[in-house]
């Protein structure tokens, strides 16, 4: 009994190195657009607003406020 190996077609073996470099680049952007963001004025006022929010609520609950 003989068994042959059959290969699949060669030119869809993994990524291209256009592939890796447009991934690359997709990354790199992201990245830079969280660290636009986070750095930004209006994250902190996010911050800032959301940790006011926590707190007074806590207050609340604990019947501080």
């Known amino acids: 009994m003989s068994m042959k190996l059959v290969a699949g077609p060669q030119g869809e073996r ?3 190195t256009a592939e890796y470099a447009l991934g ?3 990354v ?3 990245v830079a657009a ?3 963001y986070v750095s930004g ?3 902190d006022g996010e911050i800032a607003r959301v940790a006011g929010q926590i707190i007074n609520w806590i207050l609340t609950f604990v019947g501080k406020a």
Do not use: P, S, Y
């Open 24 to 26: 690359t680049i997709a």
């Open 14 to 16: 993994g990524m291209t």
């Open 34 to 36: 969280v660290i636009a």
């Open 41 to 43: 004025e209006t994250f």
């Open 28 to 30: 790199i952007a992201l």
